[in-house]
């Protein structure tokens, strides 16, 4: 069975740029959340969504926004970059409950604003 | 709040030495709590978990105890390899689960020396 899969791995962009970041979570898993992670803050839960829908949200300017698609696939959209955005974005699926059963993470993608 | 906090920061140890990595959580409702480890380039992968109905847990070289009086809970790493090597986060779950995230701990990077 594939694992999770992050589309780009690397991505640079400057400030005051939007950008797309993609995922695509194992087949059959129908929940998907996104992390932030920095060296300083450590891993933060930014969404979770589920059947198309966000389920739970972290606490994330509205700069931060996500969608999910009817085949569980997951994209998230920064806009209006800051150079503090700079981070790797963790994509994880899971069947139904990530708080409650295995999440399974990708590879991440590693956005640099400059 | 909610918050895991996780030491120590660094653990060095000879290969084959035992290594415990220990963790504090805040929130008396939480009742799942996975451990995961990050490969350099790449995201967490569970390698343990335990619930709050259960005190120990055990699978090969690896054991997770939970004291949910104390509200601390602990991974024991017995004849640690050198490929043992990585990044160990441990988390939790606010609120038994019903926020859909995990609150992780700052994570110990673990080195095994040959």
């Known amino acids: 069975k594939a694992g999770v899969t992050q589309t780009p791995r690397y991505l640079i962009k400057t400030r005051g740029q939007q950008v797309t970041l993609s995922c695509s979570p194992i087949?059959?898993?129908?929940?998907v959340s996104w992390y932030q992670q920095t060296p300083g803050q450590g891993l933060q839960f930014l969404f979770e969504y589920f059947s198309e829908t966000q389920r739970n949200k972290g606490n994330f300017p509205g700069r931060f926004s996500g969608r999910q698609f009817s085949n569980s696939r997951s994209e998230m959209n920064v806009s209006t970059l800051e150079l503090g955005d700079s981070a790797l974005y963790l994509c994880a699926s899971s069947l139904t409950r990530p708080s409650q059963e295995t999440q399974y993470f990708g590879p991440g993608t590693r956005l640099l604003v400059l | 709040g909610e918050n895991v906090e996780q030491h120590p920061s660094t653990l060095s140890v000879q290969e084959g030495d035992s290594a415990v990595i220990k963790c504090t959580y805040s929130?008396?409702?939480?009742?799942?709590f996975p451990w995961y480890k990050q490969e350099l380039g790449k995201g967490p992968q569970l390698i343990i978990d335990?619930?709050?109905?259960?005190g120990e847990k055990k699978d090969q070289r690896i054991a997770v105890t939970l004291n949910k009086t104390a509200k601390h809970f602990s991974l024991h790493i017995t004849e640690t390899q050198p490929e043992d090597s990585a990044v160990y986060f441990c988390a939790a779950n606010p609120k038994g689960g019903n926020t859909g995230k995990l609150i992780f701990g700052q994570g110990t990077t673990l080195q095994v020396k040959p």
């Open positions: 335990i619930r709050s109905n259960v």
């Open positions: 087949s059959g898993h129908r929940s």
């Open positions: 929130d008396s409702a939480s009742n799942y």
